[in-house]
């Protein structure tokens, strides 16, 4: 049994083979940094957790425990990612759910070894050729399907640290792991999310506070002309916070733009003055 992994609310690493989340990917997630012995803006990560599982509908298990259980693993583990799930529960064959309560897992690993480059230097993307399903009623969402993404990381090159993926008409949309966002003309940009994608927290907080400060994004279809034409290109998420994009490289590997010095642009310096993350690859 892992000291790591809770099942609604009790130790263990036995997950039924009737689970719904294994069986079809019913459910959904959150992933969440650890810093100093607590979970970043955990109650904006609850918030959207049981916005999700609402919209899906299921019945979420009570926060409460949830928080409970995120405030203490977090205390034991200091710093770190927790993920935490919320499933269907059980159900025998067939698509039909069960009139039972949904299950919840929650488990911790360490920080990811990524170096501090990457915040202060920036990343290189790349394309792919899978592309993201389109699905309205979905599209938004953190459910537990997640195989758009492992196709798509499957495909990346190993140059690369993540993926530019697109829509079915080719526009692009987001990273595997990732959402996007670009500075151009003064402005900062975001795909629309309405056909497919995920609206990540991070996504989230960047839209409120640069709106708050009187400069809302533009949330628009993208494209390639308008990546390749912009000033900043930008990676977001809870775990990484910001990241920017130091070349965009081909579905072949080759490169097609590059950016010179992106971690001192002061569009970035003044969204991460904004939204502060205290992880940047190093030690906290």
């Not at 915040?119 to 290189?124: D, F, M, N, Q, S």
């Not at 795909?191 to 709106?211: F, T, V, Y």
């Not at 002309?225 to 930008?234: D, K, S």
Request: charged share 20%; with cysteine; hydrophobic share 40%.
């Amino acid at each position: 049994m892992s000291a790591h992994t809770l099942i609604d609310g009790q130790p263990g690493d036995a997950l039924p083979l009737a689970d719904r989340g294994l069986q079809y990917g019913d459910g959904v997630f959150r992933t969440m940094l650890v810093c100093k012995g607590t979970v970043e803006v955990q109650a904006q990560q609850l918030d959207k957790l049981l916005a999700d599982a609402r919209a899906l509908g299921l019945t979420p298990p009570p926060r409460d425990a949830m928080a409970t259980a995120l405030n203490q693993a977090a205390s034991n583990l200091g710093q770190g990612v927790i993920k935490l799930l919320i499933t269907a529960g059980d159900s025998q064959r067939g698509y039909a759910r069960a009139e039972n309560a949904c299950r919840w897992l929650l488990y911790h690993s360490a920080l990811p070894a990524w170096p501090a480059a990457l915040w202060r230097e920036g990343i290189i993307i790349g394309d792919v050729g899978w592309p993201l399903s389109q699905q309205p009623h979905l599209a938004g969402l953190k459910h537990l399907n997640r195989l758009d993404q492992v196709m798509a990381r499957r495909q990346l090159s190993a140059n690369c640290q993540e993926s530019l993926m697109r829509n079915l008409g080719g526009q692009p949309v987001c990273g595997g792991m990732s959402n996007l966002f670009w500075f151009a003309d003064g402005h900062w940009h975001t795909p629309d999310l309405s056909q497919g994608g995920i609206a990540g927290l991070m996504r989230e907080r960047i839209l409120a506070a640069l709106a708050q400060d009187g400069q809302p994004p533009r949330i628009l279809n993208a494209s390639d002309q308008a990546l390749e034409q912009a000033e900043l290109l930008l990676m977001c998420n809870s775990v990484i916070g910001l990241w920017p994009v130091r070349e965009w490289r081909d579905i072949h590997d080759q490169s097609r733009r590059r950016w010179e010095r992106p971690g001192a642009h002061p569009a970035l310096t003044a969204l991460r003055a904004l939204i502060p993350h205290p992880w940047q690859g190093e030690h906290v």
